[in-house]
C-alpha cells in the first residue's frame, strides 16, 4: 500500500503571492528639506546684507553674525582633505583594473577642462553685459580703492617676489608631487598633492595582496563614510 502524505497549511502560515506593499518612505515637508533651507538661508542672507549696508549695520554684523560664517567656512576647510583623501583612495582601490583608472582619469580631466570653460565664459559674458562696476557711484568707487587697493599691490608683489610669472610650462606637475604627506594634509592649498597623494596610495593597494590591503581599505572606508556625516553636520549648520 502506498502511504500518502498530506501538508496544510495553517491560516497564520497561509502562503500569499501577493506582493508586499513597500513602506512608505519617511518624507519630510518640502521647506524641510536641507537643499531648501539652504536657498532659504541664501535668500534671508541677501535680504540683510542690504539692510544691513542700508542702515549702518556694519558694526552689529561683524561682532554677531560673521563669526557664524567664519565658522562654516572653518568646518568646511576641515573635511575637505579628509573629504578628498578617503574618497579617492577606496574609489581608486576599488577598481580591479587600473587601465579603468586611466580612462576614468582622463574623462575626468575632459570634464573638468570642460566646465572650467564653461565657467570663464558666463563669468565674462555676464561682466561685460552687466557691467556691475557702472552701477557705482564715482564716490564709493573711490572709497572701494581706497579700501581694497593695497591689498590688490600686496597681492601683486607676492606674486612678483614669488617668481609665479617667470615660471616654466610644466611647473605645475612639479607642484602635483609633494615632498612631505603630512605637509600637504595640513595645508587646504596643497589640495592638488592630496588628490595625487590619494590616487598613488590606492594604486598602491591595488597592486598588494587583497588580504594585507583589506585592512587598510576598511579604514578608510570607515574615515569616509564619518567624514560624508560631517558633511551632512556642517549642511545643517549652512
Do not use: C
Not at 561683524?62 to 574609489?91: C, D, E, H, R, Y
Not at 587583497?210 to 560631517?230: M, Q, S, T, Y
Request: hydrophobic content about 50%.
Amino acid at each position: 500500500e502506498q502511504a500518502s502524505t498530506s501538508i496544510t497549511f495553517e491560516p497564520s502560515s497561509h502562503l500569499s503571492m501577493e506582493p508586499t506593499p513597500a513602506a512608505a518612505p519617511d518624507s519630510q515637508p518640502w521647506y524641510k528639506q536641507l537643499h531648501w533651507q539652504i536657498i532659504f538661508g541664501l535668500v534671508l542672507g541677501l535680504a540683510y546684507g542690504v539692510l544691513a549696508a542700508q542702515n549702518g549695520w556694519g558694526a552689529f554684523t561683524t561682532a554677531w553674525i560673521k563669526p557664524f560664517g567664519t565658522i562654516f567656512n572653518t568646518a568646511l576647510k576641515l573635511i575637505a582633505v579628509p573629504l578628498v583623501l578617503a574618497s579617492l583612495i577606496t574609489g581608486v582601490a576599488s577598481l580591479s583594473d587600473l587601465r579603468k583608472l586611466s580612462r576614468i582619469g582622463g574623462k575626468t580631466i575632459a570634464i573638468y577642462l570642460g566646465t572650467t570653460a564653461v565657467a570663464v565664459t558666463i563669468g565674462v559674458l555676464l561682466a561685460d553685459l552687466v557691467q556691475p562696476g557702472n552701477a557705482f557711484s564715482p564716490e564709493l568707487r573711490n572709497d572701494l580703492v581706497e579700501a581694497f587697493g593695497g591689498d590688490a599691490e600686496a597681492r601683486v608683489t607676492s606674486i612678483e617676489d614669488a617668481g609665479i610669472r617667470d615660471r616654466g610650462p610644466l611647473q605645475f606637475l612639479v607642484d602635483a608631487v609633494s615632498a612631505n604627506a603630512f605637509a600637504s594634509f595640513s595645508n587646504n592649498g596643497a589640495m592638488l598633492q592630496v588628490v595625487v597623494i590619494a590616487i598613488l596610495f590606492g594604486i598602491g593597494l591595488v597592486q598588494i595582496p587583497r588580504e594585507r590591503a583589506e585592512p587598510v581599505l576598511a579604514f578608510f572606508e570607515g574615515l569616509n563614510d564619518v567624514v560624508i556625516k560631517l558633511v551632512d553636520i556642517v549642511m545643517l549648520l549652512a
